[in-house]
């Protein structure tokens, strides 16, 4: 490192969640901590600051009962058996192809859902309060609580604490580049401050809690596709992910985990200046793209198990746009605010023809679609608040539930895009947040936490990010700040 670089005993790559507790855990544990945040300080958290920081918990003791099996059921497609059955073996009798392989370890997932509860509770010794979320969806069937004043209130308790405790933050400082030693330890981190000053940071320990690369088009366009092109942010926190923790990871030989070609999906109103401004009200209408035809089973189950992947069909639709089409009846539904939390009002018309000439989509095959799915209706109990299994008959698409003829005039649309939250690509750690490299082995001194460290295959588990970010730069944190000062 150069004769003019700041040092600390651990350097820590963001301000979320997961930079945050890590900096915090490491604080704790007597370290001296620096935070390097890209933002400046009124927009200093990422994505946590505009999140509602649900999580996949009963209560502050218990995960959902669903927790490890849902990770299991999404494991990163067909891993070889002879392989996989090695997978609950102590990670240091497996062979090191599997421990460096992109899927989610068993010893990872089981300390996640482990460690949740200890972690809330740390949590609330820094002023952070929970509640429980009784109706973050019109239909749910797995529990969640959250933060009273979500993320931001995450935020909003750790930053001050830490910085009152000895811990400081320097923000509008990107990190680019990590600086190891002939011995392969990772000692210290290369960035730039405004105006593209460069910065260096002597450290003995780094923990990368930088988010993912939602915020950069070319990685997104080199992993995810061209259809990238139409995902919009949920949040301008996204646009500050830029992927520079993974990418300075990768090129010094770290082990990749996650989907890096999938997101976690969610259905928004494009129009909306809101953060967050999610649409699930889709399934009690029908969803119509550019050419005025349906694509998706709009209900095919409980709202916050099926939302992604009806997002993630909207975005495979001509450029990347879809509408809800809603008639009088969505007065029936109750607790619209959940459905609909969007400011922006609905389009409307008194009848089909005009409503299509408003959304600018062919008349003619507008009304086909809607005749079609309207005669594949059948009578039956419409229950909005639970899966109620009614059901389209002899249409194609089907539509599984809460399945009524779209025919009272006034009629209601709202344009719905489909949302980029977070990617799912990163970085491959074992149990204590370590870094590993491609031969299984942990990079020595590297840390990854949040979602720069690499967890999710094929759906996201609902309400886990959070979490995720807290007890793994937690674990991170405390692991870090004890092997550094053990050095001396």
Not at 382 to 389: G, L, Q, S, T, Y
Request: proline share 7%.
């Amino acid at each position: 490192m150069g004769a003019n670089a700041q040092s600390f005993d651990v350097v820590v790559v963001g301000c979320g969640i997961a930079g945050l507790a890590a900096a915090m855990a490491a604080r704790q544990q007597g370290a001296s901590v620096a935070i390097l945040e890209r933002a400046p300080i009124e927009e200093r958290g990422g994505n946590t600051r505009h999140t509602g920081a649900w999580m996949r918990m009963k209560n502050e003791a218990e995960v959902s009962d669903d927790f490890e099996e849902h990770f299991a059921a999404n494991s990163g497609g067909y891993i070889d058996p002879s392989l996989l059955k090695r997978a609950v073996e102590p990670p240091e009798m497996q062979p090191s192809i599997l421990r460096s392989m992109s899927y989610p370890d068993p010893n990872v997932i089981e300390t996640f859902a482990r460690e949740a509860p200890p972690t809330m509770a740390w949590l609330k010794t820094l002023g952070v309060r929970f509640i429980p979320l009784d109706i973050p969806f019109p239909t749910s069937v797995q529990p969640r609580i959250q933060p009273s004043g979500g993320g931001l209130a995450l935020i909003e308790a750790l930053a001050p604490c830490f910085e009152k405790n000895g811990g400081r933050i320097l923000y509008e400082v990107t990190a680019q580049r990590l600086v190891q030693n002939d011995r392969g330890e990772v000692i210290g981190i290369k960035g730039v401050g405004r105006n593209n000053r460069p910065l260096e940071f002597s450290a003995g320990a780094v923990i990368l809690g930088c988010g993912g690369f939602e915020g950069n088009p070319e990685m997104m366009t080199h992993y995810i596709g061209q259809r990238a092109t139409y995902l919009r942010a949920m949040s301008t926190g996204g646009h500050y992910n830029k992927g520079e923790g993974i990418r300075m990871a990768l090129e010094i030989g770290a082990a990749p985990c996650g989907d890096y070609g999938l997101w976690h999906a969610s259905p928004l109103d494009p129009r909306s200046n809101r953060h967050g401004a999610s649409m699930y009200v889709y399934p009690y209408g029908i969803l119509v793209n550019s050419e005025g035809c349906r694509f998706a089973d709009e209900a095919p189950g409980s709202t916050d198990e099926t939302y992604e992947s009806v997002a993630r069909k909207i975005a495979a639709q001509t450029n990347g746009i879809s509408y809800v089409i809603l008639d009088a009846r969505l007065k029936d539904v109750p607790n619209l605010q959940v459905a609909i939390r969007t400011e922006q009002p609905a389009i409307e018309a008194d009848t089909l023809p005009k409503l299509a000439g408003k959304l600018g989509i062919p008349a003619e095959a507008f009304e086909n679609t809607v005749a079609a799915y309207n005669k594949a209706c059948r009578p039956g109990a419409f229950d909005p608040a639970r899966v109620d299994n009614l059901r389209t008959h002899g249409v194609s698409p089907a539509k599984s539930n809460w399945a009524r003829p779209v025919d009272t005039p006034p009629f209601k649309a709202y344009p719905i895009a489909c949302s980029v939250v977070l990617t799912f690509g990163g970085l491959k750690v074992n149990s204590s947040a370590q870094v590993l490299n491609h031969d299984g082995d942990p990079i020595p001194n590297l840390y990854a936490a949040g979602e720069t460290m690499g967890l999710y295959f094929g759906a996201y588990t609902g309400a886990t990010s959070v979490m995720k970010g807290a007890v793994f730069g937690r674990l991170a944190g405390i692991d870090a700040a004890r092997r550094r000062l053990a050095r001396g």
